[in-house]
């Protein structure tokens, strides 16, 4: 070392840091690279995507390169300035000590740490350049690489662990995307992070969630008179009706209102078999189908209404595949009695709500921002008969979670009417669509 000068030996000692400073920064970088991100730059022609795409399906063999490199590279520094010391102080146990804690000091902090956090930080715009030096390294080296994973493939067949298995396996499951989704706010339009936030809780909800209950279906009667029938017709609010016969769960099917309205205009005595003959087959839905499984099967049968039945056939209410898209996307139609009551649920000045008892809890937490349970009764109504066990009476009040909620009104045997108060002493909350 006597032949070599002084500052050639700091040169070779900065060089050897910046190449170990290299192989650290690249191997985070490449580890906290964003694979999907890299696969679409891929898709759009970038090479050094595609090259770190190609290193990181060769994960055993990258980190193999950089910890041989790195290693190599650290033990070289070492005992560079273990010479420098020796040359410069003499073979002092002392000096030799404190110039190897030095460069223990100078490789933790200039070639590890400060490297690898840059590297996590900015994982993509390192990677994609870094990657392009780092695939022809792997091809020089490769007899060495394939060395050393000899005794390294030998201890892991040893231990049971198969190489590689859970990173090649990077399929998201809906809860993760569900995550990316939530955490892609500021990348995403609030209104499109909507729709594919509901995309997702449509395998979790069922189609009663979403139906139009047996109470508020307008249907179409042919057991009373023809004069009634045409007068309902004339004033009906739906281009669809569920058709029965007497009692609602003797359904006969489904009457096209256009076609209706056109028998009207034709001359001649109208009888209920001219209506009976533009009915149409009735299509039955389980009660307890979720929402997805129910979209499609829509699209299979190209169906758009579906009557919701359950174990022992008894109607529970009707879903079409307009109510479907709404939950998706938010409503759109506002021409309908229940969607012109819909739009009144909100707080008042005085912070109370007024709402009907067949109102749905669903609606009732997205509007209010409350958080009402969803996994039992799916309305107002059922929620409270829980609760209380028995068919109360009006003015009784009972705290629900947060909110206090009062009987207006009961008839019938059912909860018409109830009154919210807006929880005070907690922060809104609000349920997931």
Partial sequence: MDAVPLWAQLIALALLILLSAFFAMTETALMAANRHRLRHLSKRGSKSATTTLWLLDRTDRVLSLVLIANTLINALATALVTAVAITAFG?????????????????????????????????????????????????????????????????????????????????????????????????????????????????????????????????LNLSVPVEEIKSQLTTCYHNKLLVHEGEINQIVGILHVRKAVALLNEEGELTVDHFRALLTAPYFIPEDTDVFTQLQYFQENHERLGIIVDEYGEVQGLVTLDDIIEEMVGEFTTSTPSAARADVISWDANGECLLEGTTTLRDINKRLGLSFPVDGPKTMNGLLLEYLQAIPENNVSLKIGDCIVEIVQVLNQSIKVVKLKRPRLTKRRYAET
């Fill in 91 to 219: 073979n002092n146990q002392r000096v030799i000590t404190i110039a190897t804690a030095a460069v223990a000091f100078l490789l933790i902090v200039f070639a590890e740490i400060t490297p690898k956090v840059i590297g996590a930080t900015y994982p993509e715009r390192i990677a994609l350049p870094c990657s392009m030096l780092l695939k022809p390294l792997m091809r020089i080296s490769g007899p060495a690489i394939w060395f050393v994973n000899l005794f390294v493939n030998g201890l892991l067949k040893t231990l049971r662990i198969k190489a590689g298995s859970s990173a090649r396996d990077h399929r998201l499951s809906p809860e993760e995307l569900r995550s990316m989704v939530l955490e892609g706010g500021n990348f995403i339009p609030k209104k499109h992070q909507s729709i594919l936030l509901n995309l997702f809780d449509l395998e979790r909800i069922s189609v009663e969630d979403v139906m139009i209950p047996r109470s508020q279906i307008e249907s």
